[in-house]
Protein backbone atom coordinates (compact mmCIF):
# COMPACT_ATOMS: atom_id res chain seq x y z
CA UNK A 1 0.00 0.00 0.00
CA UNK A 2 0.94 2.96 -0.84
CA UNK A 3 0.10 5.39 2.14
CA UNK A 4 0.44 9.14 2.79
CA UNK A 5 0.07 11.55 5.49
CA UNK A 6 -0.48 14.49 5.11
CA UNK A 7 -2.45 17.68 7.51
CA UNK A 8 -5.99 18.29 7.98
CA UNK A 9 -8.27 20.31 5.78
CA UNK A 10 -11.27 21.40 6.55
CA UNK A 11 -12.53 19.85 3.34
CA UNK A 12 -11.75 16.40 4.88
CA UNK A 13 -14.27 16.59 7.85
CA UNK A 14 -16.67 14.59 6.27
CA UNK A 15 -14.76 11.98 5.50
CA UNK A 16 -13.11 12.26 9.02
CA UNK A 17 -16.39 12.15 10.53
CA UNK A 18 -17.31 8.93 9.10
CA UNK A 19 -14.23 7.37 10.11
CA UNK A 20 -14.53 8.20 13.24
CA UNK A 21 -18.26 6.70 13.42
CA UNK A 22 -17.05 3.30 12.31
CA UNK A 23 -13.90 2.98 14.58
CA UNK A 24 -15.44 4.08 18.33
CA UNK A 25 -18.50 2.93 19.87
CA UNK A 26 -21.22 6.47 19.67
CA UNK A 27 -20.20 6.98 23.75
CA UNK A 28 -16.42 7.34 22.47
CA UNK A 29 -16.71 8.53 18.99
CA UNK A 30 -15.93 12.33 18.65
CA UNK A 31 -18.73 13.96 17.16
CA UNK A 32 -19.15 15.82 13.96
CA UNK A 33 -19.12 19.36 15.20
CA UNK A 34 -16.19 18.39 17.92
CA UNK A 35 -13.98 17.38 14.95
CA UNK A 36 -14.68 20.47 13.11
CA UNK A 37 -13.41 22.36 16.28
CA UNK A 38 -10.30 20.37 16.95
CA UNK A 39 -9.80 21.06 12.76
CA UNK A 40 -10.24 24.86 13.44
CA UNK A 41 -8.22 25.00 16.53
CA UNK A 42 -5.46 22.32 16.22
CA UNK A 43 -4.74 21.63 12.37
CA UNK A 44 -0.89 21.84 13.15
CA UNK A 45 -1.83 18.39 15.19
CA UNK A 46 -4.22 16.85 13.06
CA UNK A 47 -3.01 14.56 10.24
CA UNK A 48 -4.58 12.21 7.79
CA UNK A 49 -3.41 8.89 5.97
CA UNK A 50 -4.46 8.27 2.54
CA UNK A 51 -4.49 5.65 0.29
CA UNK A 52 -5.25 6.64 -3.91
CA UNK A 53 -6.36 10.11 -2.05
CA UNK A 54 -9.10 8.48 -0.15
CA UNK A 55 -8.83 8.92 3.96
CA UNK A 56 -8.14 5.42 5.78
CA UNK A 57 -7.32 6.80 8.87
CA UNK A 58 -6.48 9.97 11.18
CA UNK A 59 -4.10 10.88 14.09
CA UNK A 60 -4.97 13.77 16.33
CA UNK A 61 -4.78 15.92 19.71
CA UNK A 62 -4.57 19.41 21.44
CA UNK A 63 -1.43 20.31 23.29
CA UNK A 64 -1.52 21.07 27.18
CA UNK A 65 1.01 22.00 29.56
CA UNK A 66 -0.17 18.95 31.50
CA UNK A 67 1.39 15.53 31.99
CA UNK A 68 -2.41 13.49 31.75
CA UNK A 69 -5.45 13.64 29.73
CA UNK A 70 -8.52 15.06 31.85
CA UNK A 71 -11.65 15.20 29.76
CA UNK A 72 -12.25 18.66 29.54
CA UNK A 73 -9.38 18.86 27.01
CA UNK A 74 -11.92 16.69 24.74
CA UNK A 75 -14.54 19.12 24.23
CA UNK A 76 -12.84 22.63 25.41
CA UNK A 77 -10.93 23.72 22.60
CA UNK A 78 -9.94 26.67 24.29
CA UNK A 79 -7.54 24.70 26.34
CA UNK A 80 -5.19 24.19 23.36
CA UNK A 81 -2.28 25.54 24.42
CA UNK A 82 -0.42 25.94 21.16
CA UNK A 83 3.36 26.31 22.45
CA UNK A 84 2.49 23.93 25.66
CA UNK A 85 4.94 20.82 26.62
CA UNK A 86 2.78 17.83 25.57
CA UNK A 87 1.01 16.65 22.32
CA UNK A 88 -2.04 15.17 23.37
CA UNK A 89 -3.68 11.59 20.95
CA UNK A 90 -7.17 12.28 21.10
CA UNK A 91 -7.97 9.98 18.77
CA UNK A 92 -6.14 7.10 16.48
CA UNK A 93 -8.12 5.86 13.65
CA UNK A 94 -8.11 3.51 10.94
CA UNK A 95 -10.92 1.74 8.90
CA UNK A 96 -11.31 -2.02 9.71
CA UNK A 97 -10.56 -3.10 5.74
CA UNK A 98 -7.01 -1.18 5.90
CA UNK A 99 -6.40 -2.98 9.78
CA UNK A 100 -2.90 -4.76 10.73
CA UNK A 101 -0.55 -3.37 7.66
CA UNK A 102 0.72 -0.56 10.13
CA UNK A 103 -1.13 2.32 8.88
CA UNK A 104 -1.88 3.38 12.56
CA UNK A 105 1.64 2.90 13.66
CA UNK A 106 2.40 5.01 10.76
CA UNK A 107 0.29 7.76 11.77
CA UNK A 108 1.49 7.69 15.48
CA UNK A 109 5.45 8.13 14.11
CA UNK A 110 4.55 11.03 12.06
CA UNK A 111 2.95 12.66 15.56
CA UNK A 112 6.11 11.81 17.50
CA UNK A 113 8.11 13.31 14.78
CA UNK A 114 6.63 16.19 14.18
CA UNK A 115 6.09 16.61 18.38
CA UNK A 116 10.43 15.97 18.65
CA UNK A 117 10.52 18.57 15.69
CA UNK A 118 8.09 21.06 17.63
CA UNK A 119 10.05 20.75 20.93
CA UNK A 120 7.52 19.04 23.15
CA UNK A 121 8.39 17.18 26.38
CA UNK A 122 6.32 14.31 25.14
CA UNK A 123 3.13 12.86 23.68
CA UNK A 124 0.58 11.34 25.87
CA UNK A 125 -2.64 9.62 25.69
CA UNK A 126 -5.25 7.48 27.49
CA UNK A 127 -6.26 3.89 26.04
CA UNK A 128 -8.02 0.62 26.94
CA UNK A 129 -6.24 -2.10 28.67
CA UNK A 130 -6.23 -4.27 25.79
CA UNK A 131 -3.80 -1.84 23.66
CA UNK A 132 -1.47 -0.98 26.52
CA UNK A 133 1.08 -3.72 24.68
CA UNK A 134 0.50 -1.81 21.32
CA UNK A 135 1.76 1.48 22.33
CA UNK A 136 4.43 0.60 24.72
CA UNK A 137 6.26 -0.49 21.41
CA UNK A 138 6.53 3.19 20.50
CA UNK A 139 8.10 3.29 24.11
CA UNK A 140 4.89 4.45 25.96
CA UNK A 141 5.08 3.91 29.38
CA UNK A 142 1.13 3.08 31.04
CA UNK A 143 1.05 5.20 34.42
CA UNK A 144 -2.02 3.58 35.20
CA UNK A 145 -5.71 3.81 35.28
CA UNK A 146 -6.77 7.53 34.28
CA UNK A 147 -8.89 10.09 35.57
CA UNK A 148 -10.80 10.10 32.50
CA UNK A 149 -14.47 8.89 32.10
CA UNK A 150 -14.91 9.75 28.68
CA UNK A 151 -17.32 7.41 27.20
CA UNK A 152 -18.10 5.32 30.72
CA UNK A 153 -14.84 2.70 30.10
CA UNK A 154 -11.60 2.75 32.01
CA UNK A 155 -8.81 3.99 30.09
CA UNK A 156 -4.92 3.88 31.02
CA UNK A 157 -2.74 7.13 31.04
CA UNK A 158 0.25 6.88 28.90
CA UNK A 159 3.37 8.67 28.17
CA UNK A 160 6.11 9.23 26.23
CA UNK A 161 8.98 11.34 27.19
CA UNK A 162 11.48 13.13 24.82
C1 LIG B 1 -6.11 0.53 17.07
C2 LIG B 1 -6.04 0.81 15.57
C3 LIG B 1 -5.88 2.30 15.33
C4 LIG B 1 -4.84 0.07 14.99
O1 LIG B 1 -4.75 0.36 13.60
P1 LIG B 1 -3.82 -0.53 12.62
O2 LIG B 1 -3.51 0.29 11.41
O3 LIG B 1 -4.42 -1.86 12.42
O4 LIG B 1 -2.51 -0.65 13.54
P2 LIG B 1 -1.13 -1.33 13.15
O5 LIG B 1 -1.25 -2.07 11.86
O6 LIG B 1 -0.05 -0.33 13.35
O7 LIG B 1 -0.97 -2.37 14.34
C5 LIG B 1 -1.97 -3.31 14.62
C6 LIG B 1 -1.83 -3.62 16.08
O8 LIG B 1 -2.98 -3.19 16.80
C7 LIG B 1 -3.34 -4.20 17.70
N1 LIG B 1 -4.78 -4.13 17.97
C8 LIG B 1 -5.72 -3.50 17.26
N2 LIG B 1 -6.94 -3.67 17.81
C9 LIG B 1 -6.75 -4.44 18.90
C10 LIG B 1 -7.60 -5.00 19.86
N3 LIG B 1 -8.94 -4.82 19.80
N4 LIG B 1 -7.06 -5.74 20.85
C11 LIG B 1 -5.73 -5.95 20.91
N5 LIG B 1 -4.87 -5.45 20.01
C12 LIG B 1 -5.37 -4.72 19.02
C13 LIG B 1 -2.98 -5.43 16.95
O9 LIG B 1 -2.82 -6.52 17.82
C14 LIG B 1 -1.65 -5.08 16.31
O10 LIG B 1 -0.62 -5.26 17.25
P3 LIG B 1 0.72 -6.02 16.89
O11 LIG B 1 1.49 -5.05 16.04
O12 LIG B 1 1.32 -6.25 18.23
O13 LIG B 1 0.32 -7.25 16.17
C15 LIG B 1 -7.31 0.29 14.82
O14 LIG B 1 -7.53 -1.04 15.19
C16 LIG B 1 -8.56 1.10 15.14
O15 LIG B 1 -8.87 2.10 14.49
N6 LIG B 1 -9.32 0.65 16.17
C17 LIG B 1 -10.57 1.34 16.57
C18 LIG B 1 -10.27 2.68 17.20
C19 LIG B 1 -9.34 2.57 18.40
O16 LIG B 1 -9.55 1.76 19.30
N7 LIG B 1 -8.30 3.40 18.40
C20 LIG B 1 -7.34 3.47 19.47
C21 LIG B 1 -7.76 4.49 20.45
S1 LIG B 1 -6.85 4.39 21.96
Redesign the pocket.
Known sequence: MDIKIRQISIYDLDAVAKIEKI??PEAEAATRESLDQRIKTFPHNFFVAEEDKKII?LINGCITNESSIYDELYEDSSLHVPDGDYQTIF????LPD????????QLMNYMIKISKASGRKGVI?T??K??I??YS?FGYVNKGISKSVHGGVTWYDMILKF
Open positions: CFGGLDVYRNHGIAALCKKLHYK
